[in-house]
Every structure is written in C-alpha cells, then in structure tokens.
C-alpha cells in the first residue's frame, strides 16, 4: 500500500520545517495562478511544506491564494494536509501554548473567493459540512499530542474574520455569545476548498493571545509571531509525530465527502 502523500500548511511564524531532508522549493501552476512550496522527505516519505503566508510573511489573510495553494496539493496527489494556525483565544481553558484541534467553524469573511464551483462547470455543488475537518487527523493529532505531554484541547469553534486587521471588543463580545472559542484569519476559505477536493484536512489553531477586550494589552502581530517562535521546537515535534503515524491505508470518508474537485486536471 502506498504512503499517504501528506502536506503541512504553515500559518503565521511557521515558514520552514526543519526536519525535512532535501527540501527544495517546487512551482505547480493551477488555473488559478501558481503556488510555491517545499519537497521534502521525513522518514523516507514525500512530504510538502506550504507557507500560507509565503516564506518572508508577505501575503495578508485576505490576498492568500487559496485556490491555487489547495489545487496545487491536489495537482500533486496530496492525500492529508496539517495545517497550522495563529489564533485569538475566547476562552481562559484555551490559554496560548494550548494546541486546539478545531471542529467546528464559523465563516465571517467577506470578500474572498470561497469555492472551487462558480458554475462554470454547468452545475452547481453544495458540499456537506456536518463534520469540517477530517476525523481520522484530529483523533491522530490528538493522540499523538498527549504521547507527547503536549496540552490538547479536542474541538473548538474557530470564526475566521477578514482581517487583516484584529477585531473590536464588540465583535468578540458577540463571537462569545455565538460560541465560538477561537479567532483567525485564514481558515477560511482554505478547509472549504480542501473538502471540495476531497483531501483530509485538520488545523491546529494555536492562541498567541487572549483576543481583543479580554486582556489589558492592545494586539500587535509581534506578539503573535514572538509566541509563535518560542512554540517553535514544541510544534515541529508534533508535526513530526503526527506525519509519522500517517500510515499506508490511512483514509477516511473524506475523499468521498468532497466532490474529489475535476477541475484542475480538465482546465487549460
Ligand atoms: N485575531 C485574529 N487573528 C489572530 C489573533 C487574533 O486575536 N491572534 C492570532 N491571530
């Protein structure tokens, strides 16, 4: 049975993984433009690096390309994608240094492209979302953390805001009464498009900071990337444990829950 063919997307503060061997920087093109990543091996297997916001964290949330990145993993017959996330947190049990294994999400974007489907095709897609993110990785990723000492938190309700700037008071005062417990700025679009390529897809949001209103502190992205930094060493181990325990015959019904997205390998 083959190896699962695994891609990690890196949030803010993760733009290499260290422990991949012979890494070198690969371009897919997709009909919705390029996108740029590393090829690497870990333990004799391909696995891919993606840095959302490009390696020197150049792209703002709102411009990320996440049509191409999601299509060029699948151009590439990736199987599993981890991805990582900076998040506000909404909850004292959900303090930074905690590893959230997000369930659920709320959209609260405005003015990105959310699908695959513009009905170009000549039909339409609603792709189901009772269960967002792939099961099969978020038990993995859970397991894997607490071998690892690590603190996990199983589900959490992410809203993804537009950004790029942080939000008011008021809006987290209101994202608290819809039960949210975490805010970011990018997992939206990108689970959408992951599960309408039918790839498996899990996060692991990562409080940086309690979100606005709720600490003394004004937010500053230097806070966010400096508890990103000091994560550092933690994280590449679960990471590593995580891609590790990807076994052949690793599946689940995400692949058939998506719509396995043609469109790539039909386009021009
Ligand atoms: N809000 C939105 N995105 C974030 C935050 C936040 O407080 N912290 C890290 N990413």
């Given amino acids: 049975m083959a190896d699962p063919r695994i891609a990690v997307i890196g949030g ?5 993984q260290s422990f991949l061997e012979n890494a070198g920087e690969i371009k897919v093109e997709t009909r919705f433009g390029g ?21 020197g964290h150049t792209i703002p949330p709102h411009l990320v390309n996440y049509r191409a990145n999601i299509a060029a993993l699948k151009k590439l017959n990736v199987d599993a994608v981890i991805a ?16 959230v294994v997000i369930d659920q999400f709320i959209d609260f974007t405005r003015q990105r492209p959310l699908t695959f489907y513009e009905g170009e095709e000549g039909f339409v897609v609603h792709t189901d979302f009772s269960e967002p993110y792939c099961p099969g990785l978020r038990s993995l990723l859970l397991e894997v953390g607490k071998d ?3 603190e996990m938190v199983n ?17 987290i005062k209101m994202f608290e009464s819809w039960g949210v417990d975490v805010v970011g700025m990018t997992n939206v679009p990108e689970v959408i498009l992951a599960r309408e390529a039918g790839l498996c897809y899990a996060t692991i949001a990562l409080p940086t900071n309690y979100a606005a209103g709720l600490s003394a502190e004004p937010l500053s992205q230097a806070e966010v990337l400096e508890a990103m930094e000091k994560d550092k060493p933690e994280l590449e181990k679960l990471l590593m444990s995580v891609i590790a325990e990807i076994k052949p015959g690793f599946s689940c019904r995400c692949r058939d829950a998506g719509n396995n997205y043609p469109g790539e390998f039909n386009a021009k």
Wanted: hydrophobic content about 30%.
């Fill in 12 to 16: 803010s503060g993760v733009y290499k």
């Fill in 155 to 171: 589900g959490g309700c992410y809203i993804c805001t537009e950004g790029p700037r942080f939000e008011t008071p008021a809006e």
């Fill in 84 to 99: 990582t996330a900076a998040v506000g947190s909404l909850r004292r049990a959900m303090a930074p240094g905690t590893r």
């Fill in 35 to 55: 996108a740029v990543l590393k090829q690497g091996t870990f333990k004799g297997r391909t696995v891919y690096f993606m840095a959302r916001h490009g390696g």
């Fill in 148 to 150: 690892l000492g690590q």
